[in-house]
């Protein structure tokens, strides 16, 4: 078991499935990296992937950290771990990987696991619509968030932008579902916050 899994409340089942000997997790040549004090995030067009390829639910992630944050703290939603498939795209989700993520995993049920804040909702909008072949242009003016799709205008105010509220405008049904904290911006936040209580 690593030590600052451990410190941080990371369940032995969970350090077990992930099989993390350190906190570097490689995505294809970069590298995030996470240490008491500090997270780094590779920029790539690569992933990190984790668990079973022929897993029925894949849940996809900012970063190998918050995959492992999320199923910390949802563990008691999953009695068999061999059902699930991790996959951390990094800061910034490519067209490459969501092609890539669509023809490895079809007909899977899909868990978007990206922050509640802005840039995070923007993630689950990007991610489902490129897993269904729907390229969208996200544009950001001081008072809304524009959503070109399917050359279409779509606008909304940031604060109440979701992929829910996208699908809603747009039509696009996805059929992903979406998880956040309920208290804090990320799951990763939630673990270190209580690990310090």
Same mark, same amino acid.
């Given at each position: 078991?690593?030590?600052?899994?451990?410190?941080?409340? +990371?369940?032995?089942?969970?350090?077990?499935?992930?099989?993390?000997?350190?906190?570097? #997790?490689?995505? @294809? @040549? /970069?590298?995030? /990296?996470?240490?008491?004090? #500090? $997270?780094?995030?590779?920029?790539?067009?690569?992933?990190?992937?984790? @668990?079973? %390829?022929?897993?029925?639910?894949?849940?996809?992630?900012?970063?190998?950290?918050?995959?492992?944050?999320?199923?910390?703290?949802? =563990? $008691?939603?999953?009695?068999?771990?061999?059902?699930?498939?991790?996959?951390?795209?990094? !800061?910034?989700? $490519?067209?490459?990987?969501?092609?890539?993520? *669509?023809? /490895?995993?079809?007909?899977? *049920? #899909?868990?978007?696991? #990206?922050?509640?804040?802005?840039?995070?909702?923007?993630?689950?909008?990007?991610?489902?619509?490129?897993?269904?072949?729907?390229?969208?242009?996200?544009?950001?003016?001081?008072?809304?968030?524009?959503?070109?799709?399917?050359?279409?205008?779509?606008?909304?105010?940031? %604060? +109440?932008?979701?992929?829910?509220?996208?699908?809603?405008?747009?039509?696009?049904?996805? @059929?992903?579902?979406?998880? *956040?904290?309920? %208290?804090?911006?990320?799951?990763?936040?939630? =673990?270190?916050? /209580?690990? !310090?209580?």
């Amino acid at each position: 078991m690593d030590p600052e899994l451990t410190a941080l409340g +990371v369940p032995e089942a969970v350090q077990a499935f992930f099989d993390v000997p350190e906190l570097m #997790f490689n995505y @294809g @040549g /970069h590298f995030e /990296h996470f240490g008491t004090g #500090f $997270h780094r995030v590779p920029t790539t067009p690569n992933l990190w992937l984790a @668990g079973k %390829e022929l897993a029925r639910e894949v849940i996809i992630t900012s970063t190998a950290m918050e995959a492992i944050a999320y199923l910390s703290v949802n =563990l $008691h939603r999953y009695s068999d771990l061999d059902t699930l498939s991790f996959i951390a795209l990094g !800061n910034l989700p $490519h067209y490459g990987q969501l092609q890539w993520i *669509k023809s /490895h995993y079809p007909k899977r *049920k #899909f868990t978007l696991v #990206f922050g509640k804040d802005l840039l995070g909702r923007l993630a689950d909008i990007r991610v489902a619509a490129g897993l269904k072949n729907q390229a969208v242009r996200l544009l950001r003016t001081d008072l809304q968030i524009q959503i070109m799709c399917n050359d279409e205008v779509y606008r909304f105010d940031p %604060e +109440v932008l979701s992929l829910s509220a996208f699908e809603k405008a747009s039509g696009l049904r996805t @059929g992903f579902r979406t998880s *956040k904290p309920k %208290e804090f911006d990320t799951y990763l936040e939630q =673990l270190k916050y /209580h690990a !310090n209580q």
